[in-house]
């Protein structure tokens, strides 16, 4: 076949000349913003507070500086002690930062008990960050399910798998026969954050009741305290965490004032087949979106009954789901007879707060902690920098810090899409922006340019923060 073809020619990039003489110009200069957040909500004060033993002879870089710029520093991206140059040569814009082998000492003076003061110092800051939201936002945005707003406050507990690539301590083979540690952490569903977690050999089992029993009350210690009691509370995890130590501790935590309820994964033993199978049709009712619509293929009913559960905290209620399967996905033997893939869980919500469809695809949404750890190994615990145990754990309690802060930029600075954006896109748009540092008038500005398509964005972002109420003292 003939033809003519006109081509439109590809336009030329302008022609640059590199040099490394620039003055004036600052990089990632939007990161300026967790630094001052992290002041603004007291965390560096309250870090001064318990560091202060530290710090020997009250010279040289304050500990709780240093805490604060590794918080920074991995929120905004960074893998290791010495991305802290980042911040260490822009001094005009974030201060005097401590070297690496004086942040090494620093970590290396963390035992655990420092490490149960950084974690008191963290939920301090929180309750500031909480009471800044209750007064500029309207608090601390709802947890949704089903098109629903969930009351109170939502956790979500999970265990990952960080693999090392070199000898450290307690690092073990996993179960997926890889080797490194299996932290075990906890979000806040309502806002992403960061509340607790705990680091674990790799060989640390998934169903540990005790594990799962500290990090849930790690968690509950960062809740301040107006809302601890009073608040309705939900705790979720997997299948590891139906536990029945722990659900009997979590049972007991209701005696002690706290209104808090439970929604775990179960596994399907025989008699839970059995009492499937006996299921006549009319009991099954479709399953819901999570926006609320009806799931086509999906179908839910409660097993409350059918069979036993004599070991559970009184009123456990069992629920089951099927569906077609999708394609490649993992089906038991069970599943492959019936033909759909089953999915059980307990809680002990009562019928008369949702019925087993709700309560159904608010279990589900618990695999949103999924997405929060793969945030998080991009914010600090998915590599851990030393070979001894102690340094790894206060590393790991730094990345939450890292992504309290951008949590709380989230519910205090920011609106719209980026209100909910993951820190890649954060990072992306306005953390490692660049801008001109300029001084006139006593004043030392930061430039950003004014073809940024996200400049109104961060510098309404610092106008907000300049705006927040601040902590009394």
Not at 16 to 23: K, Y
Not at 195 to 209: E, K
């Amino acid at each position: 076949m003939e033809g003519t073809f006109c081509v439109q020619g590809i336009g030329s990039r302008p022609r640059l000349h590199v040099s490394a003489d620039g003055a004036g110009v600052v990089g990632h200069a939007g990161t300026r913003l967790l630094a001052d957040l992290a002041d603004v909500t007291g965390l560096t004060s309250a870090y001064s507070t318990v560091l202060r033993p530290l710090r020997p002879r009250g010279t040289g870089h304050d500990p709780a500086r240093i805490a604060t710029d590794l918080a920074v520093m991995l929120a905004d991206g960074g893998e290791a002690i010495a991305d802290l140059a980042v911040l260490r040569d822009q001094g005009e814009v974030f201060g005097p930062v401590a070297s690496t082998p004086t942040t090494w000492r620093l970590l290396a003076d963390v035992d655990e008990r420092v490490l149960d003061h950084l974690r008191s110092a963290r939920a301090q800051a929180r309750e500031v960050a909480w009471l800044q939201a209750s007064e500029t936002r309207g608090g601390i945005p709802a947890a949704k399910a089903g098109g629903q707003e969930l009351p109170g406050l939502v956790l979500d507990i999970d265990a990952t798998l960080i693999t090392c690539h070199s000898e450290k301590e307690a690092a073990a083979p996993t179960y997926k026969g890889g080797f490194g540690f299996h932290p075990l952490v906890c979000f806040l569903a309502n806002t992403g954050e960061g509340m607790s977690g705990r680091l674990r050999p790799g060989n640390a089992g998934a169903n540990t009741a005790a594990d799962h029993i500290a990090v849930l009350n790690d968690a509950l210690a960062q809740i301040p305290d107006a809302h601890r009691h009073g608040t309705d509370i939900l705790v979720r995890t997997d299948s590891t965490g139906s536990a029945k130590v722990f659900l009997a501790h979590v049972r007991n935590l209701q005696t002690r004032g706290i209104r808090i309820l439970f929604s775990v994964g179960y596994a399907i033993t025989e008699p839970v087949r059995r009492a499937i199978r006996a299921l006549p049709d009319q009991v099954w009712h479709p399953a819901l979106d999570q926006d609320g619509t009806l799931r086509e293929s999906a179908e839910v009913a409660e097993l409350t009954g059918m069979t036993d559960l004599p070991v559970y905290p009184a009123g456990t209620r069992i629920i089951v789901r099927r569906e077609h399967p999708h394609p490649g996905a993992q089906l038991s033997l069970f599943d492959q007879d019936e033909g759909m893939r089953h999915q059980v869980f307990l809680t002990d919500t009562p019928s008369t707060s949702g019925s087993a469809q709700f309560l159904e695809v608010r279990h589900r949404q618990h695999a949103t902690v999924e997405d929060h750890i793969r945030c998080g190994k991009t914010t600090g615990f998915g590599r851990f920098p030393s070979r001894r145990f102690p340094v790894n754990a206060a590393w790991l309690e730094l990345s939450l810090a890292a992504i309290d802060l951008l949590a709380w930029t989230r519910v205090l600075l920011l609106d719209g899409e980026l209100s909910a954006a993951e820190p890649k896109k954060l990072r992306y748009r306005l953390l490692h922006v660049a801008a001109r540092i300029t001084r006139g008038g006593r004043r030392l500005r930061l430039r950003i340019s004014a073809t940024w398509p996200w400049r109104n964005e961060l510098t309404a972002a610092f106008h907000r923060l300049a705006a927040l109420p601040r902590p009394a003292g």
